[in-house]
């Protein structure tokens, strides 16, 4: 499973690449509310978690999330988390306990994030630093800019456009020049997981 997302993932990024070249002002604006107010944060491979086993300290412990979506801790092995949020990791850890101790009570605390493949913001193009970056609720165009550092002096910024995966790979313009170096606020537009940044480069 984690092969075959990760081969989709490359071939949207490149498939993104490709259209940063051909990057126009004809799509629709992105909207300037697109966070829903439903969403938790579910887990993803490279997460740690903090468990917290009550009353038995010897099966607390912080494990990282394998790249398989799996956890291991004492008495219980290769526990899938992936696209899980905490609290239903920490039933899925009580249940598996259960048979170990009488009632376990288990608290799960995510103290790194990172986030499933599927909920990752990528940034391709003329950004300075291109990267992927985890979703964070209410992240914002101008979020992101920050984290890669701007674009290059070769950017259209405003031929720049959102391919949102999360509604069919429905793309959007947006204005990063005029967010980053005018300082346009009416620019600035909410992230949604799973969002491509495409910036093209400047022909003149």
């Known amino acids: 499973m984690a092969g075959s997302n990760s081969l989709r993932v490359f071939g949207l990024t490149v498939t993104a690449v490709l259209l940063a070249g051909c990057a126009t002002s004809s799509y629709p604006p992105a909207p300037a509310a697109a966070a829903s107010a439903e969403y938790n944060y579910v887990i993803g491979p490279g997460d740690a978690v903090n468990i917290v086993v009550w009353r038995n300290p010897e099966l607390s412990m912080s494990v990282p999330v394998r790249p398989d979506g799996k956890i291991t801790t004492p008495l219980v092995e290769d526990l899938p988390a992936i696209g899980k949020d905490s609290s239903t990791l920490a039933r899925d850890i009580e249940q598996a306990l259960s048979k170990f101790i009488r009632e376990p009570v288990v608290t ?59 509604e069919g790979n429905k793309q959007y313009s947006v204005r990063i020049e005029d967010l980053i170096k005018d300082g346009d606020v009416s620019a600035n537009v909410e992230m949604k997981p799973g969002d491509v940044l495409i910036i093209p480069q400047s022909w003149f």
């Open 108 to 166: 799960v605390i995510v103290t790194n994030f990172v986030g499933p493949y599927s909920e990752q913001i990528r940034v391709v193009g003329e950004a300075a630093t291109p990267q992927v970056l985890p979703y964070v609720q209410k992240m914002t165009l101008l979020d992101v800019m920050i984290a890669v550092g701007g674009v290059t002096e070769f950017a259209d910024g405003n031929g720049a456009s959102i391919l949102r995966t999360g």
